[in-house]
């Protein structure tokens, strides 16, 4: 039986292709639960579909085919490296093969990034921030620039966990500017650090999972995990450390100058940010931004850009990322007239 858009009648006369899976538990994993995974790639390619013992036959248009069997190869791919099939990555792969780069998702899923305290590998999930943890392993000062949701902070983090297990440095620090969100926080109870901590929440939460929370409790106490606000920085030299700036876009141009002169031997540094959501007072400008611009190209210094394609979370997170960057532009052109 034919499965699919099928054209009115129900009746195809465009190309067949035909991919083996190899077997029913692979079969399995590419057609999801209930065919989910199979009916999405037939929807957004517009193509109908069959299944004949362990291979899936594509029908429809010949460039829609080769696209789907390209998006069911990746698929496989997934499958193989022990990886899940959810949503967000089945819209990657279609969207890696019409772009013709499917091929790409398997050296993605091969390396392991870190080991969480429960055992379970961190793996990149897309191109973008496969070259995003290349260039921190490479470089001195890696900038990472993107959206919420691509995996900034939480992959920053693994990676300074994975050099402190193995030796490289001697401590971690995180740090991040304590600017509020269109909140004020200055009337509520607590000293300094009771307040910035929300601030410092997602930096905690990531840490706690990659060391578990009693070795990073252990840590914490020992001072070999230091988590601060930015300020705390200035007039300090950051010697054999993984030093990992936090919503960068908030900090301004003189403290963003103050941090990165804070590097010492033996240490590294990551930068990370989304200068769509920049929450400085106004007249102030995004330190974020004029970094980027000014160091790009600088020997030892990595500047990755991550877009929307590079989101890990929830699909429509993509959507709504995509929303907002059509409403900047169509501003931007507006100024521009």
Same mark, same amino acid.
């Given at each position: 039986?034919?499965?699919?858009?099928?054209?009115?009648?129900? #009746?195809?006369?465009?190309?067949?292709?035909?991919?083996?899976?190899?077997?029913?538990?692979?079969? !399995?994993?590419?057609?999801?639960?209930?065919?989910?995974?199979?009916?999405?790639v037939a929807r957004e390619l517009g193509l109908a579909w069959r299944v004949n013992g362990t291979s899936v036959q594509l029908e429809g248009e010949e /460039?829609?085919?080769?696209?789907?069997?390209? =998006?069911?190869? /990746?698929?496989?791919?997934?499958?193989?490296?022990?990886?899940? #099939?959810?949503?967000?990555?089945?819209?990657?792969?279609?969207?890696?093969?019409?772009?013709?780069?499917?091929?790409?998702?398997?050296?993605?899923?091969?390396?392991? =990034?870190? =080991?969480?305290?429960?055992?379970?590998?961190?793996?990149? &999930?897309?191109?973008?921030?496969? @070259?995003?943890?290349?260039?921190?392993?490479? @470089?001195?000062?890696?900038f990472g620039v993107g959206p919420a949701g691509t995996g900034k902070t939480y992959l920053a983090v693994c990676l300074a966990v994975a050099a402190f &297990?193995?030796?490289?440095?001697?401590?971690?620090?995180?740090? !991040?500017?304590?600017?509020?969100?269109?909140?004020?926080?200055?009337?509520?109870?607590?000293?300094?650090?009771?307040?910035?901590?929300?601030?410092?929440?997602?930096?905690?939460?990531?840490?706690?999972?990659?060391?578990?929370?009693?070795?990073?409790?252990?840590?914490?106490?020992?001072?070999?995990?230091? =988590?601060?606000?930015?300020?705390?920085?200035?007039?300090?030299?950051?010697?054999?450390?993984?030093?990992?700036?936090?919503?960068?876009?908030?900090?301004?141009?003189?403290?963003?100058?103050?941090?990165?002169?804070?590097?010492?031997?033996?240490?590294?540094?990551? #930068?990370?940010?989304?200068?769509?959501?920049?929450?400085?007072?106004?007249?102030?400008?995004?330190?974020?931004? @004029?970094?980027?611009?000014?160091?790009?190209?600088?020997?030892?210094?990595?500047?990755?850009?991550?877009?929307?394609?590079?989101?890990?979370? @929830?699909?429509?997170?993509?959507?709504?990322?995509?929303?907002?960057?059509?409403?900047?532009?169509?501003?931007?052109?507006?100024?521009?007239?």
């Amino acid at each position: 039986m034919i499965r699919g858009d099928a054209p009115q009648g129900g #009746i195809f006369t465009g190309k067949t292709v035909s991919v083996e899976t190899g077997d029913l538990d692979k079969l !399995r994993g590419v057609l999801g639960i209930f065919d989910e995974n199979l009916e999405t790639v037939a929807r957004e390619l517009g193509l109908a579909w069959r299944v004949n013992g362990t291979s899936v036959q594509l029908e429809g248009e010949e /460039s829609a085919c080769a696209v789907g069997a390209e =998006v069911l190869g /990746s698929l496989l791919a997934i499958i193989e490296a022990g990886e899940p #099939i959810d949503k967000s990555s089945l819209l990657y792969c279609i969207e890696l093969a019409r772009e013709g780069k499917a091929s790409e998702i398997g050296g993605i899923m091969k390396d392991v =990034v870190a =080991v969480t305290s429960r055992g379970k590998p961190v793996k990149c &999930k897309t191109v973008g921030q496969k @070259h995003y943890v290349e260039a921190m392993k490479k @470089h001195t000062i890696t900038f990472g620039v993107g959206p919420a949701g691509t995996g900034k902070t939480y992959l920053a983090v693994c990676l300074a966990v994975a050099a402190f &297990k193995g030796k490289q440095v001697e401590k971690i620090i995180l740090t !991040r500017p304590a600017v509020e969100a269109g909140e004020k926080l200055g009337f509520l109870p607590g000293d300094l650090q009771t307040k910035v901590d929300p601030y410092l929440r997602p930096l905690y939460d990531a840490l706690q999972e990659t060391f578990g929370l009693e070795t990073y409790n252990k840590l914490m106490e020992k001072g070999v995990i230091e =988590v601060a606000p930015l300020a705390y920085m200035r007039g300090r030299t950051l010697s054999g450390a993984f030093v990992i700036l936090d919503e960068a876009q908030n900090a301004t141009r003189e403290q963003m100058k103050m941090f990165l002169t804070r590097l010492g031997e033996g240490s590294k540094m990551v #930068i990370t940010g989304d200068l769509t959501q920049t929450d400085l007072p106004d007249g102030k400008k995004s330190g974020l931004k @004029h970094a980027v611009t000014l160091l790009k190209g600088v020997e030892d210094i990595a500047v990755c850009a991550l877009t929307e394609k590079d989101v890990v979370r @929830h699909p429509l997170v993509m959507r709504i990322v995509r929303a907002y960057e059509k409403d900047v532009q169509k501003k931007l052109k507006g100024e521009r007239k």
